[in-house]
C-alpha cells in the first residue's frame, strides 16, 4: 500500500523496512515529554509529605506537642490523582516501545484503531484525575469559610507546594497528551483513507 | 449526508442537550439553610468554586449542543465540530470529575484535615447536588458518544469491510 507523508515501504518476506518521516519522529519525542511529564507528576505527588509538630495546649509550665502528618492518602482526589497520571505514563511508555519496534511487527487493521482510542481513553482519564486535584487543591489553600473548613496549606506548605508542582506537570502532560491523540486520529484517516486494510501494513502510534 | 447516518447524533445531541440544561438548572436551584447551635448554615452553589465551574462548563455545553442541533451537519464544518466536540467532552469530563471530589469530601468530610461533613446538616442541598452531578455525568457520557460519532462521521473511520 502506497502511504503519503514521505514513509517508504517495501514489502519482502517478513521485515518491512520504513524510514521515518518528521512527523513521526516529532511524536515520538511528544510522546517521551508526555511520559516524562506524567510520570514527574505521578512521583512528586506519591512522595508528597509532610509532619509537623505543633503545640496545642500548656499545662502549667510543660507545652503539649501533636504532630500531625499531611499525607497524599488522606484525600481520594490525590490519591486518583497518582493512579490516573500513573495509568498515562504506562501508556506513554507502551506507546514509545511500540513506536520505536513497530517496523518489526506488522498488525492487521483493527490495531491501528487502538492507539488512537487508547490515547483518548487516557487523555480523559488524567483530565478527570488533573481537575479533581486541583480543585481539592484549591479547596486547601483556601478553604471554605461556608462550611467551615479551615485551609491546611499555611500550615502544611510545602505539602502544598509539591502538590502543586505535580498538578502543573500533570497539566502539561495532559496538554501534550491531547496533541498527540488528535495528531494519532489524523493519522488514522491518512493510513486508511476510507477503509480499513485488513492486511499488514506499518503502524506508528 | 443521508437521513439514517444524521438521526443518530441528532438523538444523541438531544438527549445531551437535556443532560447539560437539566444538570445547570438543578445545581443552580439548589438551596438550603440549617440552624445548629449558634451557628448558621446556608448552603447554595456560589459557595464553592468548583460548582460554579460546574454549572459554567454544563451551561457553556448546552448553548453549544443547542447551536449544534439547528446546524444541519454540513461536511465543510465538521473539523470544526469535532475539535470543539473533543474539547467540549474533556471539560465536562473535568467538571464532574472536580465536581465529586469535592462532593465526596463534603459527604464523608475528612478527618486529617479537621474538616466535617456538611450533609447531615443540609440534606436537601446535597441531595439537590447528587441529581445536578448525576446529570453531569450522563451528560459526559453522552459527550464522548456523540465525540465518536463525530469522528466515525468526519473521517470515515469505522468502516470495516474487505
Known amino acids: ?205 | 449526508m443521508s437521513l439514517s447516518k444524521r438521526i443518530p447524533i441528532f438523538l444523541l445531541r438531544l438527549l445531551a442537550l437535556g443532560a447539560t440544561v437539566s444538570a445547570t438548572l438543578v445545581m443552580i436551584t439548589s438551596h438550603d439553610s440549617a440552624q445548629l447551635f449558634n451557628m448558621k448554615f446556608e448552603a447554595k452553589y456560589t459557595n464553592s468554586p468548583t460548582f460554579k465551574y460546574f454549572v459554567l462548563m454544563n451551561a457553556i455545553a448546552s448553548g453549544y449542543t443547542l447551536i449544534l442541533l439547528f446546524f444541519s451537519s454540513k461536511s465543510s464544518y465538521g473539523h470544526l465540530i469535532l475539535i470543539l466536540d473533543l474539547v467540549m467532552a474533556l471539560l465536562l469530563d473535568s467538571s464532574i470529575s472536580a465536581c465529586l471530589a469535592i462532593g465526596q469530601v463534603g459527604k464523608n468530610g475528612n478527618s486529617h484535615a479537621g474538616w466535617l461533613p456538611i450533609c447531615g446538616q443540609v440534606p436537601k442541598f446535597c441531595d439537590h447536588v447528587t441529581g445536578a452531578l448525576v446529570a453531569g455525568f450522563v451528560a459526559a457520557i453522552v459527550y464522548f458518544l456523540i465525540l465518536l460519532y463525530s469522528l466515525h462521521n468526519v473521517m470515515n473511520l469505522f468502516f470495516l469491510k474487505t
Open chain 1, 1 to 205: 500500500m502506497a502511504s503519503e507523508r514521505g514513509e517508504k515501504q517495501e514489502t519482502c518476506h517478513g521485515k518491512v523496512p520504513l524510514t521515518r518521516s518528521k512527523l513521526d519522529l516529532v511524536l515520538l519525542l511528544l510522546r517521551l515529554l508526555a511520559f516524562l511529564a506524567t510520570l514527574s507528576a505521578m512521583v512528586v505527588m506519591a512522595l508528597n509529605k509532610q509532619t509537623k509538630t505543633i503545640v496545642v495546649a500548656t499545662i502549667g509550665t510543660v507545652p503539649i506537642r501533636a504532630t500531625l502528618t499531611a499525607k497524599f492518602q488522606h484525600t481520594p482526589a490525590f490519591v486518583f490523582f497518582v493512579i490516573a497520571n500513573g495509568n498515562a505514563s504506562l501508556h506513554n511508555l507502551l506507546m514509545l516501545v511500540v513506536g520505536f519496534m513497530g517496523p518489526k511487527w506488522n498488525f492487521k487493521g483493527l490495531a491501528h484503531l487502538a492507539i488512537p482510542v487508547l490515547d483518548l481513553m487516557n487523555v480523559a482519564i488524567v483530565s478527570g484525575g488533573a481537575s479533581a486535584a486541583a480543585f481539592m487543591g484549591q479547596l486547601g489553600r483556601d478553604g471554605n469559610s461556608h462550611a467551615r473548613w479551615n485551609k491546611i496549606c499555611d500550615k502544611f506548605d510545602s505539602f502544598c507546594d509539591q502538590g502543586g508542582g505535580a498538578m502543573i506537570a500533570s497539566f502539561v502532560g495532559l496538554m501534550l497528551m491531547t496533541v498527540i491523540c488528535s495528531v494519532s486520529i489524523i493519522r488514522l484517516r491518512n493510513h486508511n483513507g476510507n477503509k480499513i486494510i485488513l492486511d499488514s501494513s506499518v503502524v506508528v502510534p
